[in-house]
């Protein structure tokens, strides 16, 4: 009897330490899968690429190849002169650099009505634009027309619009999805550390508007900065649709 109950001891410590074993080498998967679970999350959700937006002069070609090693995609730039119709002296030579560096390119103007102008400001990389946006805000408070939509498709250049839904809202009633095949490029901005920024178009989360941020018919980019000083100069930060480039 007292061989049976030490056999007994033996086989219950056996089970013990058996246990033990197991539970250390479950913590460690756990512990294993956490850390890869962090390195996931931190880089950008598939499909989507990081781009700025400025109106700033740039004349450093090392700027936009500097930009391009840090992983940005897409430059989008203001190509008339701040304010007005006119074209900017500084367009053609800094989609120049962007191009020379990798970057895809686009154009837009703060008044939706400069369209033609911003477009033909853009001279020989008409042809290499991905949009042109038809930027409309609350200042200066002009809501898009048909006609700026077809004109801009009239010059070769695919419309984007880019606005956001308070100041679609206060111009368009907050019910007209008139555009809504218009593709979108949202803006919903915030203040964030640059090692934090969530390269995702679909963060924040889209509110529906318009007639966009719906599951057949999301936005294509998001601006999520303000006025970001990167290598230097105030960009905007912005994620966009990888799919959406061409």
Not at 4 to 13: F, G, I, K, N
Request: aromatic share 12%.
């Amino acid at each position: 009897m007292a061989e049976e109950r030490l056999q007994h001891v033996r086989l219950s410590w056996r089970w013990k330490i058996a246990v033990a074993v197991l539970v250390l080498i479950f913590l460690s998967l756990g512990a294993i899968g956490s850390m890869l679970l962090i390195r996931t999350t931190s880089q950008p959700a598939p499909g989507s690429v990081k781009a700025i937006d400025s109106a700033n002069t740039i004349t450093d070609p090392n700027w936009f190849k500097q930009v391009y090693r840090d992983g940005f995609r897409l430059y989008v730039m203001h190509s008339t002169a701040w304010g007005t119709c006119d074209p900017w002296a500084h367009t053609e030579s800094q989609l120049k650099m962007a191009v020379d560096a990798g970057l895809k390119i686009a154009v837009y103007t703060r008044d939706p009505r400069c369209w033609q102008a911003g477009i033909e400001a853009t001279g020989s990389y008409t042809s290499q634009l991905q949009f042109f946006a038809l930027d409309i805000e609350t200042d200066p408070g002009v809501p898009v027309t048909r006609e700026m939509v077809d004109g801009v498709k009239a010059m070769g250049v695919r419309p984007v619009m880019y606005t956001g839904h308070g100041m679609w809202s206060g111009l368009h009633k907050g019910l007209d999805d008139e555009f809504k095949d218009v593709p979108l490029w949202d803006t919903n901005t915030s203040k964030f550390a640059y090692n934090d920024w969530k390269v995702d178009y679909l963060s924040p989360q889209p509110i529906v508007y318009g007639g966009w941020n719906t599951p057949d018919n999301m936005r294509i980019g998001v601006q999520q900065q303000f006025e970001y000083k990167l290598f230097g100069v105030n960009v905007d930060l912005n994620t966009f649709d990888g799919r959406f480039l061409k």
